[in-house]
């Protein structure tokens, strides 16, 4: 089968390899889509700590199940499924604690080579995160079951208003996911905080109340005015640069809530002053990655309709397409692509 290799940062190469097998507990997937993330372009650029090169690529994908390995009874050969491709040990304290985003197993084993024609579902993540895809939920909207998942996770952790003005800072894949999902939890005013047009314009069709472009607009300025000079009841930071993470914790009403989910470069140090901490008695909070827990509610909120995920995905490519694919992501002119390794 064919899979899309990154060799070296800027470096890829589509390789032959032989398809995986089923062990026990295991599910082969026939991937039908898969979609590009801010995680695989980062990857792309810079490298990943994580991953060591030459690594397989990719992991948001949904498709149908190839082969089932001895021992699984929930799936058969045929069934169109999601997969979240992470899922925690179940056993070391912070799983017990029900932490198990924090589980240093949950990483350690992320499937990785959804950019290929098949991939190997391992046992703990088909017992955990692997779930049935209805008829009227396509593969590619089925492929944003893990961000949405992480979303959904920093979501679980912010409490929102009818009466709050949000600020999300950031306006990719995971700032207009959690967009939608402010929108649908009730937030009062939602304002949106961005570089590009085409993304500003898809928060607009999203039902951002606000679209703040800040290439020429003073952000901190504009959600002061927009506030009668009080500041943002909650502030979602998405775009993980140091300085954007300042200007998070700065434009947070007194005692409101910054959400940290934009990883910056890894090393990355933040200032903080102290009397927004103390004396406004700000919350923040970082959050990493999803629980099981998070998984599910994601499933739930995709199967039902209620988001419109499909407006992330700009383009569609055949897999042999992947420079293009990766020139566009890093020119900015996409927001998430799909791949189709079939044709
Ligand atoms: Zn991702
Ligand atoms: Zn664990």
Redesign the pocket.
């Known amino acids: 089968m064919q899979q899309l290799v990154l060799l070296n940062p800027g470096s890829l190469a589509l390789r032959n390899v032989d398809p995986p097998q089923a062990g026990p507990g295991e599910v082969v997937i026939k991937i039908q889509a898969a979609?590009t993330?801010?995680?695989?372009l980062k990857t792309y650029r810079r490298g990943h700590p994580k991953f060591p090169m030459p690594t397989p690529f990719g992991?948001?994908f949904s498709g149908d199940v190839w082969e089932v390995g001895p021992g699984v009874t929930r799936f058969q050969k045929g069934q169109a499924v999601l997969v979240a491709p992470t899922a925690p040990c179940g056993e070391c304290p912070h799983c017990r604690r029900g932490f198990g985003n924090l589980c240093d197993y949950t990483m350690r084993t992320m499937m990785l080579g959804a950019f290929a024609e098949y991939i190997r579902v391992p046992a703990h993540i088909v017992a955990q995160n692997m779930f049935l895809k209805p008829e009227s939920l396509s593969y590619m909207e089925g492929a944003v079951l893990?961000?949405l998942s992480?979303v959904v996770y920093g979501g679980q952790h912010l409490p929102l208003d009818s009466r709050d003005t949000v600020v999300i800072i950031g306006a990719g894949p995971i700032g207009l996911l959690h967009l939608m999902l402010a929108r649908l939890r009730g937030a009062g005013r939602i304002v949106m905080v961005g570089r590009r047009k085409m993304r500003l314009a898809t928060a607009r069709r999203l039902g951002a109340d606000v679209v703040v472009d800040e290439t020429s607009e003073d952000v901190l300025d504009r959600v002061h005015h927009l506030t009668d000079g009080r500041g943002a009841d909650v502030v979602i930071e998405c775009a993980g640069h140091p300085q954007v993470w300042e200007k998070s914790i700065a434009m947070a009403r007194r005692g409101g809530h910054v959400m940290l989910f934009g990883g910056c470069a890894s090393g990355s140090k933040v200032r903080i002053p102290m009397e927004r901490m103390l004396m406004d008695g700000l919350t923040v909070k970082g959050v990493f990655h999803f629980t099981p827990d998070a998984v599910r509610e994601s499933y739930q909120l995709l199967t039902s309709g209620a988001l419109q995920v499909s407006e992330l995905i700009t383009g569609i490519h055949p897999l042999s397409e992947f420079r293009r694919i990766f020139e566009t992501l890093s020119n900015g002119e996409a927001i998430k692509l799909g791949i189709r390794p079939g044709f």
């Open positions: 979609l993330c801010g995680t695989d992991h948001e893990e961000p992480c």
